[in-house]
């Protein structure tokens, strides 16, 4: 599970980041809202801890603005604000689960591995783009609900682009998602997979077009007529 850690305390992120690493879920930090969004804008989480009291705007802007655009990625809000307005607040605003500081270790890396078992219309087991849809449960994509048979690693590519659909995907986080971090492969092996999927999704009369953001990664986005 990747986890990304919005938190102004250094030290706090730093120390739930550290702990996070050693229970095998590894996690990076915002110190802000402005950094958060970045962040979310450019990598794909799976799940997402939220501070509210951030320097630069209120925490729960962040989690509306996720859920807007339809953002599925699970968020854990913890903060000291502990009333129960506050509670019911942020989970009317999205939010998947609420702990108050001072917390628990133990309890919070539960709760996010609770999370990330959990089966949820929210965490986007459907994705649609145009008449292209893919059951990520499954492992099935459809063009205009006609079934298609894809690699798994094209399954993998084609999930990354749609969960961040008109967004671009990093090229390193697709190898890192398909070959894990550090792995051996050549230097156009992310560029295979992308021609192959990009060619059997035209042949198959999906209205959607795979962009390659050079040097940079790649986007999904719905065909122009």
């Given at each position: 599970m990747r986890v990304l850690i919005v938190e102004d305390n250094e030290e706090l992120a730093r120390l739930v980041v550290g702990g996070l690493a050693k229970a095998g879920h590894?996690?990076?930090?915002?110190?802000?809202?402005?950094?958060?969004?970045?962040m979310l804008s450019v990598d794909t989480y799976d799940a997402v801890v939220l501070d509210l009291g951030?320097?630069?705007?209120?925490?729960?802007a962040v989690l509306r603005e996720m859920r807007s655009r339809q953002d599925p990625t699970a968020v854990l809000v913890l903060t000291a604000r502990a009333g129960v307005d506050d509670r019911v607040e942020g989970l009317r605003s999205g939010a998947d689960d609420y702990l108050v500081k001072p917390f628990a270790f133990e309890e919070l890396v539960a709760r996010l591995e609770a999370l990330s078992r959990r089966p949820r219309a929210m965490q986007g087991l459907v994705l649609t783009v145009a008449n292209l849809n893919l059951d990520t449960a499954g492992k099935q994509a459809f063009v205009d609900d006609v079934p298609h048979v894809l690699s798994a690693r094209e399954l993998a590519v084609l999930e990354m682009l749609m969960r961040r659909k008109g967004r671009v995907v990093p090229k390193k986080l697709v190898e890192d998602q398909l070959f894990g971090?550090?792995?051996?492969?050549?230097?156009?092996?992310?560029?295979?997979?992308?021609?192959?999927?990009?060619?059997?999704?035209?042949?198959?009369g999906a209205a959607v077009t795979i962009h390659t953001v050079r040097g940079v990664g790649y986007m999904i986005t719905e065909a122009k007529a």
């Open positions: 590894p996690a990076e930090h915002a110190a802000s809202a402005a950094e958060a969004r970045h951030l320097p630069d705007a209120d925490g729960l971090a550090g792995g051996d492969l050549s230097s156009n092996a992310v560029e295979v997979y992308v021609h192959r999927l990009r060619k059997q999704l035209a042949e198959r």
